[in-house]
């Protein structure tokens, strides 16, 4: 009902930038929240950022003052702006994004991207 792709992930060195994208589609009423979650191998996914319908961010502290969050009510999409990357930012990056569908019940959910990889090298 409500597709997430994503882009912008890549190879950069250590000290670098990235930009991520997300553009939510389908049956959308509202997204209540956006955020960006990140997977390294051999471990469990984790917040990096999220945001909300009023502009509420929230940031894992191993990216505050490094990673910027924002969303475009509108258009439904929300991207992350990476800086000074370092090589423990290496993972698969996942777009989520908790909807209110646009259907009679106006039912509730939660749906992820496919994910992109960001590689930092040293």
């Known amino acids: 009902q409500v597709q997430l792709v994503e882009s912008g992930g890549g190879l950069v060195q250590a000290g670098g930038s990235l930009r991520l994208s997300c553009a939510a589609s389908?049956?959308?009423?509202?997204?209540?929240?956006m955020g960006w979650y990140r997977q390294a191998p051999g471990k469990q996914r984790e917040l990096v950022a999220v945001?909300?319908?009023?502009?509420?961010?929230n940031y894992a502290d191993s990216v505050k003052g490094r990673f910027t969050i924002s969303r475009d009510n509108a258009k439904n999409t929300v991207n992350l702006q990476m800086n000074s990357l370092k090589p423990e930012d290496t993972a698969v990056y996942y777009c989520?994004?908790?909807?209110?569908?646009?259907?009679?019940?106006?039912?509730?959910?939660?749906?992820w991207g496919q994910g992109t990889q960001v590689t930092v090298s040293s």
């Open positions: 389908g049956s959308i009423f509202s997204i209540i929240v």
């Open positions: 945001i909300t319908s009023g502009d509420t961010t």
């Open positions: 989520n994004a908790d909807v209110i569908l646009s259907t009679y019940l106006r039912t509730r959910r939660d749906y």
